[in-house]
């Protein structure tokens, strides 16, 4: 199949959430290939959850994702298999291995997916860590470096395959803002040279307004999608009040309802 | 005019009088997490008329007022007010505004989650038996995806993670050699010594040999070690998979297109099936040495009668035996530890209930296969 036509990621009609506790109802969206798309929303609407639906961790209540024009099931293992190697994921905890130096982290997939002599895996793993600035601490074990530290050497675990699409949920958090910003122009690099396709969940305004192409907003209470397009003309012109405000960072206006409500009660 | 006063001397206080259709509450004092307890305490004692249709709290001489005395003001509200009476602050300050907008609000209407409501007894059993459903649909899930990554190794054995499995080799066998040794040197020692008492009666001290080790090489050697392996390794297996569960491991793995059977499980499961028979054997062995110190220190055998008097003991055939019924052990063990693992959901405290699961469950299916054997053995061998 050429998969040059097709968007990298569909997501169709897609209900997702938990037992009890439904997250997001007909959502619809795709990623076109080579884009940075960043998915925003309130802590604890779904974005990690909506990632995991992506990578096929989860499956969904109703509803289909495509990967390159390929459904996404888990239950065909070579299909799936062949999907996940286009893949590169960094979780939201960084998820390394603990038992593992930050080095033999990142080879683990060098190792099984290539046949490079070891010197040349060990070569690799240098510069990939190198490129997240982590030269130096390829003897470490993860829970000998700092949680930022952490979240790099996730990042360059994800990025060590070159992958066709790469998912970072939350890259960022935790970073000082130089780290951080190195951070964007490396994601920026990658896109630029490689077109990767990139997904990016995150809450830095900064770093949104600098790197993203497109973004999408979740939203817990509607369990829909509330905003798609680019974040500048979104921050300015969406029709949500809501969404300007996440884009200016304003707080929520205090809920006058409950006085409203009560007025007959209330003469203080 | 009833007046109760909470700190001495007269800081804090609470006073109410009640008119017809009216109750006038005076507040003194700060209002925080010191005074609130006792306020609240004060106020239930005071047995303030309930359902009144006008509250007025005076705050006037109140100095310090925060979340805890809305908790106060809250409970003062929720006892007497009735539906549609109301609640008036006077002399509050304006520091106070924030506040007393909290005791007004409404409260939220709790999001409804599986756990807040307490199901039906039927509803009970139910969700029980799904679960135990769902548990053996899981179990079973689990045992076919085994046997395909088996298929897969045994075709194709580079696939497998060679150095994990050595790891595991010495962590569940070598390691565990010392307890293993100790307890079954032991156990042979108080055999021989309690049988001896018994038969010393007939003359019969050399049969204390072959019950040492007929009962040690059948039964109690294979029961032993797989018991003490489970503690030692069903419960690491579980603790290490559930551990890599909560952190996303498992996720990563999966998404870096590892078939977590092949790099999680087999290693476990290959590992402590070469090393439990040898365990075991080191057990008969040592427990056999057990009973040879008691018979030669204290029953005046010779370690030579002792000796020959075990190995005529002793078929081939009990060794094969046990041989085979210490793999199975092996397979439970192994297969436990790794599927109670992979069942964790949540944190740390999932973590500890899959291995306390994991040595529950293993001890008991050992237990059953143990038994089952026996009969089979019984009536076939
Ligand atoms: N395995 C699970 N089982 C049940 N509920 C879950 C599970 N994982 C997440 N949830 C619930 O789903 C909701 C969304 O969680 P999720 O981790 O996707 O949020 P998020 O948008 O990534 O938040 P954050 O920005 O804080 O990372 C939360 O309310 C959470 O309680
Ligand atoms: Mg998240």
Redesign the interface.
Same mark, same amino acid.
Do not use: V
């Given at each position: 199949m050429d998969t040059t036509l097709h968007p990298a990621i569909e997501v169709r009609n897609l209900t997702m959430g938990f037992a009890d506790l439904i997250l997001l109802q007909h959502a619809d969206f795709e990623v076109k290939q080579g884009e940075i798309f960043v998915i925003l929303g309130g802590s604890g609407c779904g974005k990690s959850t909506l990632l995991k639906h992506i990578l096929g961790l989860y499956s969904p209540m109703q509803g289909s994702i495509l990967i390159h024009g390929t459904p996404l099931n888990p239950d065909d293992p070579s299909a799936y298999q062949a999907i996940l190697k286009t893949f590169g994921v960094m979780y939201q905890g960084g998820a390394l291995f603990g038992s593992m130096t930050l080095a033999e982290n990142v080879a683990l997939a060098v190792e099984e997916y290539t046949d490079l002599p070891d010197a040349a895996i060990r070569d690799l793993v240098e510069i990939k860590l190198r490129q997240v600035g982590l030269a130096g601490f390829e003897d470490h074990l993860p829970m000998e470096v700092s949680g930022g530290m952490k979240k790099r050497a996730a990042i360059a675990r994800a990025l060590v395959l070159n992958p066709k699409i790469l998912f970072l949920d939350e890259p960022s958090a935790g970073l000082d803002p130089i780290t951080s910003a190195d951070l964007d122009e490396l994601i920026r690099e990658i896109n630029a040279s490689l077109g990767t396709t990139v997904v990016i969940v995150s809450h830095e305004l900064p770093s949104i307004f600098s790197i993203a192409h497109r973004v999408i907003m979740l939203d817990k209470e509607s369990r829909s999608i509330i905003a798609e397009g680019d974040p500048k003309f979104l921050r300015d012109h969406s029709p949500h009040a809501m969404v300007r405000r996440f884009f200016n960072r304003q707080a929520m206006q205090k809920n006058t309802q409950a006085e409203n409500t009560h007025a007959e009660n209330s003469t203080p | 005019m009833t007046k109760t006063a909470i700190t001495q001397p007269e800081d804090t206080s609470f006073s109410f009088t009640q008119d017809k259709a009216c109750l006038d509450i005076t507040l003194t004092g700060a209002l925080d997490q010191n005074t609130c307890p006792a306020l609240l305490q004060a106020i239930d004692q005071a047995a303030l008329p309930t359902a009144m249709g006008t509250i007025r709290v005076n705050l006037q001489g109140v100095t310090f007022l925060d979340d805890f005395g809305v908790l106060v003001l809250l409970h003062i509200k929720t006892q007497c007010l009735s539906a549609n009476g109301?609640?008036?602050?006077l002399g509050?300050s304006a520091r106070h505004?924030r506040f007393?907008?909290m005791v007004? @609000?409404?409260k939220n209407a709790a999001i409804?989650?599986?756990m807040s409501c307490h199901p039906g007894i039927l509803e009970h059993m139910g969700d029980k038996t799904m679960t135990m459903l769902l548990d053996t649909r899981a179990m079973l899930t689990f045992v076919g995806d085994l046997c395909l990554s088996m298929t897969t190794v045994l075709c194709n054995p580079s696939r497998l993670r060679r150095s994990d499995t050595v790891i595991h080799m010495q962590r569940v066998g070598v390691d565990a050699l010392p307890i293993v040794a100790l307890i079954s040197f032991l156990l042979g020692l108080i055999m021989a010594f309690m049988s001896a008492v018994q038969l010393e009666q007939f003359g019969a001290n050399i049969y204390v040999a072959s019950l040492v080790s007929l009962s040690m090489v059948r039964e109690l050697g294979p029961i032993m070690t797989a018991i003490i392996v489970a503690g030692r390794s069903g419960s690491a297996f579980a603790a290490e998979i559930g551990?890599?569960r909560v952190?996303? @491991?498992v996720?990563?793995l999966?998404?870096?297109?590892?078939d977590i059977t092949i790099f999680l499980v087999l290693p476990r499961l290959l590992a402590t099936l070469c090393v439990l028979p040898l365990l075991t054997l080191f057990s008969d062995l040592f427990a056999i040495a057990g009973g040879l110190v008691v018979g030669v220190g204290m029953l005046d055998l010779t370690t030579h009668g002792y000796m020959v008097q075990t190995v005529n003991t002793i078929s081939l055939d009990d060794i094969v035996w046990s041989m085979g019924k210490t793999l199975l052990f092996a397979l439970l063990i192994s297969g436990t530890g790794c599927f109670r693992g992979f069942q964790v959901r949540g944190g740390a405290d999932a973590v500890g209930r899959a291995t306390t699961s994991a040595v529950v469950t293993s001890i008991f299916l050992i237990i059953l296969a143990d038994s089952i054997l026996a009969v089979i053995q019984r009536y076939w061998g």
């Open positions: - | 109301t609640l008036t602050f509050a505004k007393l907008d007004y @609000e409404e409804p989650s599986s551990s890599m952190a996303e @491991e996720d990563a999966t998404t870096m297109g590892f």
